[in-house]
């Protein structure tokens, strides 16, 4: 089965009703008749909820994620990151998996530091604040949901995010393991052709 992972704004879509939410319905039901293995990426759980604040556990990702139908989704392990990941929700890093990761974030964002002691020095941080800078995290965040997919198995990654869509990125990330990079629409579509040709 065909490996198709959604990232934090696919789960944002159908919270919020948004446009692509129907196309990531479309998904969920794929799922549930076995024509596809969906899977969200734990790293979402990481991601600043509406109002600026963290999730205190991962059961309330878990919460979130079955209200929108995506209960039975498999959930990717990211890198562990000290301060931003869950404990039993990540995987420790060697030097291999880091190596992909910092590519991904090479090609992704260029103009934020790969390293947060480095991106705290050019912006005037202290390096052992309580909480990590908001910006890095996000920047991370989108970086873990694209290792976290490519080291898990590749296939489909799902996202509207229109970063990953850049033609001076999408093509070098797929080349990275990717599979592919679509908007939900486009994945359905994708989808639909493979399963009238097979």
Do not use: Q
Not at 50 to 73: C, R, W
Not at 109 to 123: A, Q
Not at 158 to 179: C, E, P, Q, S, W
């Amino acid at each position: 089965m065909m490996n198709v992972t959604l990232d934090t704004n696919c789960i944002i879509d159908l919270e919020e009703g948004r446009d692509a939410a129907p196309y990531i319905k479309v998904l969920i039901d794929m799922h549930e008749n076995r024509r596809i293995n969906l899977r969200v990426v734990a790293i979402s759980a990481s991601e600043r909820k509406p109002g600026g604040k963290y999730a205190s556990n991962f059961a309330e990702f878990k919460d979130k994620i079955a209200t929108v139908g995506l209960a039975n989704a498999e959930i990717l392990k990211p890198i562990g990151y000290w301060g931003i990941t869950f404990w039993d929700w990540c995987v420790w890093a060697g030097d291999d998996i880091v190596d992909l990761e910092r590519k991904i974030h090479e090609i992704l964002l260029p103009n934020i530091d790969f390293i947060y002691g480095d991106f705290c020095r050019k912006h005037g941080l202290d390096p052992a604040s309580v909480e990590t800078d908001k910006r890095w995290r996000n920047a991370t965040c989108d970086v873990l949901a694209l290792w976290s997919h490519i080291y898990h198995g590749g296939g489909i990654f799902v996202t509207t995010d229109r970063n990953f869509h850049k033609k001076t990125k999408k093509y070098a990330l797929i080349d990275l393991g990717a599979g592919n990079i679509l908007r939900p629409k486009d994945t359905v579509a994708r989808l639909s052709k493979r399963v009238k040709s097979a």
